[in-house]
């Protein structure tokens, strides 16, 4: 079994910068995932880390210690349409993947 | 493209029936979960399969079990409804394991 802890909740200013931790404790790490969700909508893919280091996509950026089990999502730019939620998702072993409970971002004019 | 999809998209069920919940892809994917959200505490893993023919147990089977008799249907069955299954479900599929899961829309479902 697996334990992945982030923050419920975080709020930040458009244009500004937040970063959104997530720990996690497995017995077969295999992978990282950053999935953001919209309210009503589905999960849908932002990032992947599988190695030690920084993953950068645009204004989304998602880092990994694998020996600390830490992850963090950098969103950078704030913009209104980014209120979401923001979810960590551990893979153990081939395909088991495994969610936090995720982070609710509000994003404030 | 269809992708991954949920069906139906929201449901009112009475207590003590049996439902099943069905989720298709046609994207060819060898993995395919199936998650309940609720508020508070995110999406929880119910079963998993990793291919056609194998289904696995994740955080919280009880209550529901799964079939994989081909690899593009996964459906999930409430075998005798109970109000705490209330919420909400998701399908997702994953081609290998260093892709991106994809999830369908979704299934609102209330026991009553």
């Known amino acids: 079994g697996q334990n992945i802890d982030q923050p419920t909740e975080m709020t930040a200013t458009e244009g500004a910068i937040v970063q959104i931790n997530c720990t996690y404790q497995t017995s077969g790490f295999n992978g990282l995932f950053w999935y953001q969700q919209h309210a009503g909508e589905a999960p849908t893919f932002l990032s992947y880390n599988v190695l030690d280091g920084l993953e950068e996509k645009g204004r989304f950026s998602s880092f990994l210690s694998r020996s600390k089990g830490y992850s963090y999502l950098l969103l950078k730019e704030l913009q209104m349409k980014d209120s979401a939620s923001y979810l960590c998702?551990?893979?153990?072993?081939?395909?088991?993947?495994?969610f936090g409970a995720g982070t609710t971002v509000t994003v404030r004019a | 493209t269809a992708g991954i999809t949920q069906a139906p998209t929201s449901q009112i069920l009475a207590a003590g029936r049996s439902m099943t919940l069905r989720c298709t892809q046609d994207?060819?994917?060898?993995?395919m979960y199936w998650y309940r959200q609720d508020l508070g505490l995110g999406l929880r893993l119910i079963h998993y399969?990793?291919?056609?023919?194998?289904?696995g147990k994740g955080e919280v089977p009880d209550g529901y079990s799964v079939s994989r008799a081909n690899t593009d249907d996964f459906p999930l069955t409430l075998a005798s409804a109970v109000p705490s299954q209330t919420s909400v479900y998701f399908c997702a599929s994953q081609k290998g394991e260093n892709t991106e899961a994809f999830f369908g829309q979704g299934t609102r479902l209330t026991v009553v």
């Open positions: 994207m060819r994917h060898n993995a």
């Open positions: 998702a551990v893979r153990e072993g081939d395909y088991k993947l495994s």
């Open positions: 399969s990793n291919t056609a023919g194998t289904t």
